[in-house]
């Protein structure tokens, strides 16, 4: 049983080493623990803005420590301040079984090679997963952010017990995973289940990753609120200003208070989302689809119109029979919970990396 008390230091490492620039860290004093842990995984969460590290006991999801920098920093490259991360991280007297990283942008994870992570300096063609083994000695393993947080979410949030599940996150893009006869689904080079970059109209915005009318540059958050800006400027009252840029928290909060253009702005974004589910309901048959990111927190506004369109949009109401329709539980957690469940996954089952 481990009792710890819980403090917080800011830019400072017990033992006085320092985090790279801009850290923050939260750790668990042990000074109360009648027993140690005997092992621990290190799970990264690795994205444009910031990146995360947490030191995690045998058996547990509750990290014992968890530093947080950002990713980017005057004069230092990213993968320095990461392999610098991993090493304020690292305890001193134990045993580290497994490192999971999971990291924006596309990648392989049978290599562990990153082909490119646009948002991150210098992650291109990068041998990512070598670079940290070599330096730490430690088996390591990368995983696809969003892949690896419907892996999170299956382990440890709201789609445990399911064996076959669709799992979706809709902020500023829309990332997704897919489980499937519990398994997580790759591909031949782990590029698949890229759910947001299906074509929803062949004449719509360009979509950030260059292609045309993709679901994520026609619901995700930037996509409503051009979308709401557009109406605007174009005559259609609202309590939204015009003539500015505006974000899609101020228009899911306009929607929340009535405006009746912010209403009809999530319900377009539910619509289309849902009738992109729809069209996955026919390939992947799942019986859960789990729902995260900031845009589902809009809640029934987002969630009806598509959950409205899943079921006119379906061709055969047995896609619908016993499935169920679930927000995430994990939050901004789903991605290091999910490079914690593949650690513990390679360190139990090297072959399988
Ligand atoms: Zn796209």
Redesign the pocket.
């Known amino acids: 049983m481990i009792i710890a008390a819980f403090r917080r230091v800011v830019n400072q490492m017990p033992g006085g080493s320092s985090l790279p620039g801009g850290g923050e860290s939260i750790h668990y004093d042990r000074a109360l623990c009648y027993t140690l842990p005997v092992s621990y995984h290190i799970a990264i969460d690795l994205g444009g803005t910031q990146m995360r590290a947490g030191l995690f006991p045998a058996g547990s999801t509750h990290p014992e420590r968890l530093e947080r920098i950002p990713t980017h920093s005057p004069g230092e490259m990213p993968l320095t301040r990461l392999l610098d991360l991993i090493a304020a991280i690292m305890p001193g007297e134990a045993q580290v079984q497994a490192i999971g990283v999971a990291s924006a942008g596309q990648l392989d994870p049978f290599t562990g090679t990153i082909f490119n992570a646009l948002n991150v300096q210098g992650f291109t063609n990068l041998p990512l997963r070598q670079i940290i083994e070599d330096r730490f000695r430690i088996p390591a393993v990368i995983g696809n952010d969003a892949n690896l947080a419907a892996l999170g979410e299956w382990k440890y949030g709201a789609g445990q017990g399911f064996h076959n599940l669709i799992y979706m996150t809709i902020s500023t893009g829309i990332g997704a995973g897919v489980i499937m006869d519990d398994h997580l689904l790759l591909g031949q080079r782990g590029l698949a289940t ?1 759910l ?2 299906v074509t929803v109209d062949p004449n719509g915005p360009i ?5 045309y009318g ?1 679901l ?2 026609m619901a995700a958050g930037p996509a409503i609120s051009r979308w709401t800006a557009a109406q605007i400027e174009a005559g259609e009252t609202s309590s939204l200003p015009a003539g500015q840029p505006l974000t899609a928290k101020a228009v899911a909060e306009a929607a929340l208070a009535g405006d009746a253009l912010a209403i009809r702005a999530l319900e377009r974004a539910g619509r289309l989302i849902g009738h992109a589910l729809a069209d996955y309901l026919h390939i992947f048959n799942p019986a859960a689809i789990v729902l995260g990111g900031g845009v589902t927190r809009s809640g029934k506004l987002i969630l009806d119109p598509l959950r409205q369109a899943l079921h006119e949009f379906t061709l055969s109401k047995d896609y619908l029979e016993g499935l169920s329709l679930l927000t995430a539980a994990l939050g901004d957690e789903a991605g290091l919970t999910g490079a914690l469940a593949l650690a513990r996954q390679i360190a139990s089952e090297p072959a399988a990396r």
């Not at 979509?207 to 292609?211: F, K, V």
Request: aromatic share 0%.
């Open positions: 890229e947001g970059h979509c950030p990753c260059g292609q993709h994520e540059a």
